[in-house]
């Protein structure tokens, strides 16, 4: 029984900063490619981030690339987004997704609001 449990979301002003939470439970954490997506009202979702299992490669999609920050501790089980100069436009629910072999586990999402 895998779970992924998003937490970290609100409300924050144009240029402010947030950090997203991912506890996962039922996996073996270490050995999953662990993601952010995000999806905006009336848009598809898109990937914002990703992580191997170790943590010593990071990707990152270009339209927050400088100003998101991926990371995860192991130990903790935990997935990890800090997003500063936050926009407008990065007003999505985010989710969380764990990869292996090729199969992927969804947490439910937390809402990030950016407005004045």
């Known amino acids: 029984q895998v779970q992924l449990v998003e937490s970290g979301g609100g409300l924050v002003q144009p240029g402010g900063s947030l950090r997203l939470s991912c506890a996962a439970s039922g996996l073996a954490f270490s050995t999953y490619i662990m993601s952010w997506f995000r999806q905006a009202p009336g848009k598809e979702r898109e990937l914002a981030a990703d992580?191997?299992?170790?943590?010593?490669?990071?990707n990152y999609a270009d339209s927050v690339k400088g100003r998101f920050t991926i990371a995860r501790d192991n130990a903790k089980k935990t997935l990890y987004l800090q997003m500063n100069s936050l926009k407008p436009e990065d007003t999505a629910v985010y989710y969380c997704r764990a990869d292996r072999s090729g199969l992927s586990t969804w947490g439910q999402g937390t809402q990030v609001t950016v407005s004045s």
């Open positions: 992580i191997t299992s170790i943590g010593g490669s990071t």
